[in-house]
């Protein structure tokens, strides 16, 4: 140790900002409140900047439209028939996602089998193929032999199926990723001990890791519904734009853009706020409650 | 009693050859070994939770090695307990009961005798979130020995307690063991805890076993 100390010496008057006064290490130690004050603020000026963004689209929209331009939007039949039309596509299209999301995610998480990563791959498909794309082969996959044996028994393209069918496709892919990372989160352990307490692996699925899962369950339906909910190429090209019919609110946002009633566009895209805002904050006050977490 | 007959069990790159063990019917065996030397993945091979490549595992005389973990009749409290957070304490030590289709009568029955004998009777309808090590320990053991189990697999259950916990744990055992002559394998490094429990040792080491005099 003796034959360090010179070295150390050296070391230490080598660095200037090191006050020379105080010979203790704790002296030594860098002064770090003001790096570290900085660091946090450049953090909190990039997440507020983002924040700033989103309340600023928020404000832009409310300040354009006039109470009046969305009492007129509600009163037209077409916008309400538009607005029903979504709450219960998006409610359909949720719950099939959960219901393929589920299994596939608890299967994903705890199963090994051959293929398992090709499997996941698939899965990223809807996720990443662009809207227009998404829609295009879900026209042509109902052109086939298959497609139109289901249309034989189901009308699908063009009319309301196609719509949820259009919405299940995509919400799906982020449900069961969800559910997928929930229950990789969840620790195994539990569902083992309930095996040797004398459950079945189903038993222990549906009494153990299912209800561990209810947080992670209701993330992947609030964002398969919010996905749904603003899905509009895959719709626009499979299902078309007719209204009455095939319409749901974000298609009456194109086709009052695309007859330049911007009042009307801008009125009915507050009424997909307002709406989405109500529907994800029930999910959250509901899912939540008796779970302790509220 | 707990026989592993020339046992090998395979985990990745990890595995253990011919692990022999008896421990006597109602006798208190103690496994210790170093962090690492595979004592979890032994007694995950006897709960049937992990595959058994060769030899035979034999529970009270009846060959299970090839039964799954809900036909051992087994009592198993992990390291880290893992109670089921969605659960009330009461509704803990009723699991394996429901599962066996016990009347509600006899499960209420049941779940207030093990209260009693666990005093853990003032947190029957907590949830696990915000019970204390010892607390939780307790509703494990209750969980682990409410449908009678033929035996009793203990991983390190008193790890993450302090001394005084430790201590009232060691005391709990004992009187539970009184009170319900049952054949325990009880894993640990801690020798202290081990002479305190203990009737038989074995020691893991290199994937070997061996039997340790008392």
């Not at chain 2, 103690?30 to 709960?47: P, Q, W």
Request: net charge positive; hydrophobic share 50%.
């Amino acid at each position: 140790m003796k034959g360090e100390e010179p070295r150390q010496a050296s070391a230490m008057t080598s660095i200037p900002a090191v006050p020379a006064a105080s010979g203790d290490g704790a002296a030594a130690a860098p002064s770090g409140r003001s790096t570290d004050g900085l660091f946090l603020f450049g953090l909190s000026t990039l997440l507020g900047s983002y924040i700033v963004l989103i309340v600023g689209l928020l404000c832009a929209l409310g300040t354009f439209t006039t109470f009046s331009h969305i009492l007129a939007a509600i009163k037209t039949e077409e916008i309400r028939f538009a607005l029903r039309l979504s709450l219960i596509s998006c409610t359909m299209s949720t719950l099939l996602s959960l219901w393929v999301a589920i299994p596939g995610g608890y299967v994903l998480s705890r199963c090994k089998f051959p293929g398992r990563s090709l499997v996941d791959a698939v899965i990223d498909i809807p996720i990443i193929l662009p809207p227009l794309v998404m829609g295009l082969a879900l026209l042509i996959l109902f052109q086939t032999p298959l497609g139109r044996a289901v249309e034989r028994f189901v009308p699908v393209t063009f009319a309301a199926p196609s719509i949820v069918l259009a919405q299940f496709t995509v919400a799906c892919a982020f449900a069961v990723r969800t559910m997928r990372v929930t229950f990789d989160q969840i620790s195994p352990r539990a569902e083992q001990v309930a095996l040797t307490l004398g459950c079945r692996r189903s038993q222990a699925f549906w009494m153990v890791a299912l209800p561990e899962a209810r947080r992670g369950v209701l993330t992947a339906a609030t964002l398969a519904w919010a996905r749904s909910f603003g899905e509009f190429g895959p719709i626009l090209v499979f299902a078309g734009a007719t209204r009455m019919r095939t319409e749901v609110l974000p298609t009456s946002v194109f086709l009052e853009l695309s007859i330049g009633n911007i009042e009307a566009a801008a009125a009915v895209s507050l009424m997909m706020v307002v709406t989405a805002m109500v529907v994800l904050i029930l999910a959250r006050v509901f899912g939540l409650r008796g779970s302790g977490l509220l | 009693m707990i026989s592993l007959s020339e046992i090998s069990v395979h985990q990745g790159t990890f595995s253990l050859q011919d692990i022999a063990i008896e421990v006597p019917t109602g006798a208190y065996g103690v496994l210790m070994g170093k962090t690492g030397s595979g004592k979890t993945t032994l007694l995950e091979a006897i709960c049937g939770l992990r595959r058994v490549a060769a030899g035979s595992v034999r529970l009270m005389g009846r060959d299970v090695t090839r039964l799954k973990p809900a036909a051992r009749n087994i009592g198993y409290v992990p390291q880290d307990v893992a109670l089921f957070s969605t659960l009330t304490v009461r509704e803990h030590l009723a699991f394996a009961l429901v599962v066996r289709r016990w009347s509600r009568s006899a499960i209420q029955v049941r779940v207030d005798a093990l209260a009693q004998l666990l005093g853990i009777g003032q947190l029957l309808d907590r949830r696990p979130r915000g019970l204390s090590g010892g607390e939780a320990q307790r509703v494990a053991l209750g969980r682990a020995i409410a449908m009678h189990p033929d035996v009793l697999l203990f991983d390190e259950p008193f790890s993450a307690l302090d001394d005084d916990t430790r201590h009232e744990m060691y005391d709990l055992f004992r009187s539970i063991r009184k009170q319900m002559p049952v054949t325990v394998l009880h894993v640990t490094h801690n020798r202290d805890e081990a002479s305190r429990l203990g009737d038989c040792f074995f020691q893991l080491r290199d994937g070997r076993i061996r039997e340790v005099p008392r």
